[in-house]
């Protein structure tokens, strides 16, 4: 499947692509310029990690590619693969309620804690690519 080689990338259609979990050793890129804002990424086959402005946004474990991630003001959609089933942590809007969407399938309701934390798990493979909705209520 797909892993952005550059660790992170702008695309054609203004989204933000990063994380490379094929690779065996830690692999970071910092000070990437997107929409203003500065963005960190920390990528192996271990954990993958994004940061705007010094503030988390994803985490994965193990590590994963996002593809197209798109963040508006009450939705963040984004494509993910991996080589297993992995843990997310997306840091949003603290103490608020979300809906969440695999492949337009819905998953359920979730609250974030106290820091915004939303935490939930996928079953990924390397033939495979899951589309994921985040929608604030």
Do not use: W
């Not at 994004?50 to 994963?64: D, Q």
């Not at 991630?69 to 608020?96: P, R, S, W, Y």
């Amino acid at each position: 499947m797909t892993v952005i080689q550059e660790l992170i990338r702008k695309e054609n259609d203004g989204t933000l692509s990063f994380g490379n979990y094929q690779l065996d050793a830690k692999s970071k890129l910092s000070d990437f310029e997107y929409e203003g804002d500065l963005y960190k990424v920390k990528t192996y086959n271990e954990i993958t990690k994004l940061e705007r402005n010094g503030m988390f946004v994803y985490e994965s474990v193990p590590g994963t590619a996002v593809l197209h991630m798109n963040q508006k003001e009450n939705e963040l959609c984004f494509d993910v693969t991996g080589e297993d089933t992995a843990q997310i942590t997306l840091e949003l809007e603290a103490e608020k309620e979300y809906e969440i969407y695999k492949n337009d399938s819905f998953l359920g309701k979730m609250r974030t804690n106290l820091g915004g934390k939303l935490i939930f798990s996928l079953e990924l493979g390397e033939d495979k690519c899951d589309s994921i909705k985040v929608v604030k209520l």
